[in-house]
């Protein structure tokens, strides 16, 4: 089956600074890669998605890159302020006749003012 | 945006007991549904995933006699946690997409915290 590795686990970054989030998978079947954000006790909230015949996609100040060679794709958050704390999913999709979700571990991103 | 809502928000049983968990996509049609658990500070594990109509595929390890799953309409997914123990303790929450064939964007009910006593 699917195997989603997330890194870094936890994540510190000055606001205003750069944050980089990175999964790698293992299925070559899985098509469509979404990141959620999730504050706590709350449902997970979609922020940005890409699917496997994009190479990149780009929404104000987040970025999601594939490289489905290597299969990893990575989260990007440029200007960081301080409501982008919360933890963050990966989370690769494979669609067909039975859809199938894994999701990543999470980091938990933590912009100090 | 689309809507999915999920019933109770919190449940607090005593330990033998069945509890049920409606998941409702509001205002579209959701041809597949998911049902997570989520442990505190752990990522969402997929329970197992649901096809109008159809009997649940459920992830490896996860026990179907014990969690119930029946999505008999579009738009209604139910998990029912049977004879529930304190170790079924946890955060459930449930997505749905209104693609079949596609994968499609998720959109996640608000979750259920449910304590076995």
């Known amino acids: 089956g699917e195997n989603v590795e997330q890194h870094p686990s936890t994540l510190s970054v000055q606001e205003g600074d750069s944050a980089v989030i990175k999964c790698t998978y293992s299925d070559s079947a899985s098509n469509y890669f979404p990141w959620y954000k999730q504050e706590l006790g709350k449902r997970p909230q979609l922020i940005i998605d890409i699917r496997s015949n994009v190479g990149e996609k780009k929404d104000q100040r987040i970025a999601v890159t594939l490289n489905k060679t290597a299969k990893h794709f990575s989260l990007h958050i440029t200007e960081t302020q301080p409501e982008d704390s919360a933890v963050y999913f990966c989370a690769a999709f494979e669609s067909g006749g039975y859809q199938k979700v894994t999701f990543g571990t999470g980091t938990k991103l933590q912009v100090i003012p | 945006g689309a809507v999915v809502s999920q019933h109770p928000s919190r449940v607090i049983c005593k330990s033998g007991t069945s509890v049920k968990i409606e998941c409702r996509s509001l205002?579209?049609?959701?041809?597949?549904m998911f049902w997570y658990r989520q442990f505190p500070k752990k990522s969402l594990m997929l329970m197992a995933t649901?096809?109008?109509?159809?009997?649940?595929?459920?992830e490896q390890g996860v026990e179907k006699d014990k969690f119930l799953i029946n999505h008999a309409s579009l738009t209604l997914s139910t998990l029912t946690v049977t004879s529930a123990h304190p170790e079924d303790s946890s955060f459930y929450i449930c997505?749905?997409?209104?693609?079949?064939?596609?994968?499609?964007?998720?959109?996640f009910g608000p979750g259920t915290r449910l304590t076995v006593l």
């Open positions: 205002d579209f049609q959701a041809t597949t």
């Open positions: 997505s749905a997409t209104s693609s079949g064939s596609w994968a499609d964007t998720q959109y």
């Open positions: 649901s096809n109008e109509g159809s009997k649940a595929t459920y």
